[in-house]
């Protein structure tokens, strides 16, 4: 699985395979010893590495790496399609609408105007090229317009429900 992984602006694409792991595409030599609760010593390329594990929040890490402060966000394949779609799976940002990820036709709608949904509930069945898609939630929120109509033919990036 790949992990897309921002560091100081700089995005990083890691991925874990039986040979081992990869950065960016290149295999990484290493070995690491655990030397407290959330201390490690990584050793690279002839060079030692402390790493502090200072906070963890979500997919956010606030590590001290030789004593120099450095935040990590970690973003899964999910979080990655997500963001393509134009969602986001931060519980914390403000989602006014959910979009449709592609074209296709509204089979079933689970809501209605004035519903308060939470985080993973299903939304509406979106059918696309004869596969049914559960268009579920990304946030708690409240449903202020259906947008859609069962049966409605719809365009990629329309807007299906307004919060």
């Known amino acids: 699985m790949d992990l897309q992984i921002l560091v100081d602006n700089q995005n990083y694409i890691l991925n874990e395979s039986k040979d081992g792991i990869h950065v960016n595409g290149k295999k990484i030599e290493y070995d690491y010893h655990k030397v407290g609760d959330n ?15 200072v906070n963890q929040n979500g997919k ?29 799976s931060e519980a914390d940002d403000v989602i ?4 449709s990820p592609m074209p296709g036709t509204i089979l079933e709608i689970f809501v209605q105007e004035g519903d308060t ?14 596969m049914e898609n559960i268009i579920k939630s990304p946030v708690d929120n ?15 990036a329309q807007s299906l429900i307004g919060f």
């Open 39 to 53: 201390s490690f010593l990584i050793f690279h390329q002839h060079k030692s590495y402390k790493i502090e594990i």
């Open 60 to 88: 956010t890490l606030d590590l001290r790496i030789n004593g120099k402060a450095v935040e990590i966000q970690i973003k899964n394949h999910l979080d990655q399609l997500l963001e393509k779609l134009g969602m986001t």
């Open 96 to 99: 006014h609408e959910i979009i």
């Open 117 to 130: 949904i939470k985080k993973g509930d299903p939304l509406l069945v979106l059918e696309a090229m004869k």
């Open 142 to 156: 409240t449903v202020r317009k259906i947008e859609v109509e069962i049966g409605e033919n719809v365009n990629k």
